[in-house]
């Protein structure tokens, strides 16, 4: 675990989960992180638009830009879902912010989970503890409805 996971889990764990700080620590980590994976993929998209340029250059052989269209549709296709989960967990973020304490942590935990069983996302996040910690916070402290 690196540093800064330890030093969120300990501001996560000096607040109750209902609190506002919690909702603000952890909507902070996720905006972070979330911002990070859009612009990533907006970088990606733009190299794509670059290589999908390059197949109009009439002094370029057929195949190199064959090869560099194929490319360009490959890149997009993957950068398409990390960059749709990435906007939506922002949006949904946003959302909440303007929400009351439950729905708050409702929002937190699809955030959450969409981001880490959505299709290309589990790359971008691979194991990351204080999602786990929140899941674990929202799950087992929270009564069953």
Known sequence: MRADHTKVIAELQAHDFRSLQFFNVAAGYFERRLRSVRVGCLFCFFLAIM???????????????????????????????????????????????????????????????????????????????????ILRALRHERPAA
């Open 51 to 133: 290589g999908a340029a390059f197949c109009f250059i009439p002094s370029f052989p057929w195949w190199l830009r064959i090869f560099y269209a194929v490319c360009s549709v490959c890149v997009i296709q993957l950068c398409w879902y990390p960059f749709h989960a990435a906007r939506h967990g922002l949006r949904m973020i946003k959302a909440a912010r303007h929400l009351d304490q439950y729905h708050q942590l409702d929002c937190l935990e699809v955030v959450v989970l969409d981001c880490k069983t959505r299709k290309n996302m589990r790359h971008f996040w691979g194991v990351d503890p204080i999602a786990i910690y």
